[in-house]
């Protein structure tokens, strides 16, 4: 399998720019998780899909942020419009299943997007 | 709130020695405790976990240890190894998982 596949890798926008970051799961695998990492804060979690239904979007900042999951092998972030303090690197991650028994079910992280708003 | 806290931004350590990596914790629910591992232009990957039932749990180089009275965990890398300069993420899980900040491993060759 290649594992998560993110894209782009990097992007650099003006402010007020719409943002659109993308990922593929892993296939088979049902949940798929959005992080956000930043110096300050380290990763956070900002929603996670089960099934592609949004189960948690309680750490998504603001309302100029939205995700979707179309189907079980594409998830979208969508920033608009940007803003400087949204630069970080953003990663998606999936997993089968969300329970942990003996350290199985860990989350496989993409490689991130590089989000730079000017 | 951070629940999962690394106070620790950087940590430098000659090769050969043992690495000591802190993290603290304040929910009582978390199941499992959690390290990742993180280098350059990468995603993190797994590293080791923890159950909250456990107070050791030991993988090759690597040992985690669990103090739940002090809300307390440590990574221990030894011997230490220049790869395994990274950062490390500590994560707790209870119904998801909850990462810290983060701490930059150095091993100096």
Redesign the interface.
């Known amino acids: 399998d290649a594992g998560v596949i993110q894209s782009p890798r990097h992007e650099v926008t003006e402010m007020g720019q719409e943002v659109t970051l993308r990922c593929k799961p892993i296939s088979g695998h049902d949940y798929l998780f959005w992080y956000r990492q930043t110096m300050m804060r380290g990763l956070e979690l900002l929603i996670y899909f089960n099934n592609n239904v949004p189960i948690d979007d309680s750490g998504m900042p603001e309302d100029r942020f939205s995700a979707k999951m179309p189907n079980a092998s594409f998830s979208t972030l969508k920033i608009q419009p940007s803003e400087p303090r949204d630069s970080a690197v953003y990663f998606c991650a999936s997993s089968y299943g969300q329970g942990l028994s003996s350290g199985a079910n860990v989350l496989t992280f993409g490689a991130g997007s590089r989000l730079t708003v000017l | 709130d951070?629940q999962v806290k690394?106070n620790s931004p950087s940590l430098s350590v000659q090769e050969g020695r043992i690495s000591i990596l802190n993290c603290d914790y304040t929910n009582s629910m978390f199941?499992?405790f959690?390290w990742y591992k993180k280098y350059p232009?990468?995603?993190?990957?797994?590293l080791?976990?923890i159950?909250s039932i456990k107070d050791k749990n030991e993988d090759g180089r690597f040992t985690v240890f669990l103090n739940k009275s002090a809300k307390h965990l440590s990574l221990h890398i030894v011997p230490s190894q220049p790869g395994d300069s990274a950062v490390y993420?500590c994560?707790g899980?209870g119904?998801?998982?909850?990462?810290?900040?983060?701490t930059i491993l150095r091993v100096k060759s």
């Open positions: 951070q690394q199941d499992y959690l232009a990468e995603g993190p990957t797994f080791i976990s159950s993420f994560a899980y119904n998801k998982l909850v990462f810290g900040a983060g």
